[in-house]
């Protein structure tokens, strides 16, 4: 699951370690899910939405398998 996570917090002008306070978690675990290495509680990308003045949906973009590999 790609994220806009980097590009939204930059636009923000956040560190990632501001997000991550803002957001009570540590700054690798915004590192890791920027990176795509950890997949976020459903709280937790809501708290990053809303810090970031977006949609989980718009934060997080979902690609279907099937529709990656025909592309």
């Known amino acids: 699951m790609k994220n806009n996570i980097q590009r939204l917090r930059k636009a923000k002008k956040l560190s990632q370690e501001d997000l991550a ?3 009570q978690v540590t700054r690798q675990t915004i590192n890791a899910i920027e990176n ?3 997949d976020p509680t459903l709280k937790l990308a809501f708290d990053m939405a ?3 003045d977006t949609t989980v949906d ?14």
Do not use: A, M, R
Request: proline letters at 0%; aromatic letters at 14%; one cysteine or more.
């Open 21 to 23: 306070n803002l957001c």
């Open 36 to 38: 795509n290495k950890y």
């Open 58 to 71: 718009e934060l997080f973009l979902y690609e279907n398998e099937k529709n990656s590999k025909e592309k």
């Open 50 to 52: 809303s810090v970031l």
